[in-house]
Nanobody, 124 residues
Framework: QVQLVESGGGLVQPGGSLKLSCTAT????????MGWYRQVPENQRELVAI???????DYADSVKDRFTITKANTKNSVDLQMTNLKPEDTAVYYC??????????????????WGQGTQVAVSS
């Protein structure tokens, strides 16, 4: 079973910066994509940024030129550097991974997994 551990959320003033980090642990053979989504109450979860194993990156239009997703030095880890934060960036941020892993029966199987979420609040 793959688990995601997130860190780095918190409260920041408008214009400030935060860095989110996420590490996946478990019986992972390879990672296809890894990234971040966010959700505010009564809204659907939306993509923030995601990076493929080949380095292809996709950002939400609302965060382009402000957020940067990178693969961290630790295997199966990603960082999201958020700058010039705005009140509308306030949300719970969820780490997400798609990959190939081992089942309990030692069979290879595609999987996807979500983190527990970390709160980002942008307010003066």
């Amino acid at each position: 079973q793959v688990q995601l551990v997130e860190s780095g959320g918190g409260l920041v003033q408008p214009g400030g910066s935060l860095k989110l980090s996420c590490t996946a642990t478990g019986r992972i053979v390879s990672t296809y994509r890894m990234g971040w989504y966010r959700q505010v109450p009564e809204n659907q979860r939306e993509l923030v940024a995601i990076i493929t194993s080949g380095g292809i990156i996709d950002y939400a239009d609302s965060v382009k030129d402000r957020f940067t997703i990178t693969k961290a030095n630790t295997k199966n880890s990603v960082d999201l550097q958020m700058t010039n934060l705005k009140p509308e960036d306030t949300a719970v941020y969820y780490c997400y991974i798609e990959g190939l892993g081992y089942t309990e029966q030692n069979l290879r199987e595609n999987f996807n997994s979500w983190g527990q979420g970390t709160q980002v609040a942008v307010s003066s």
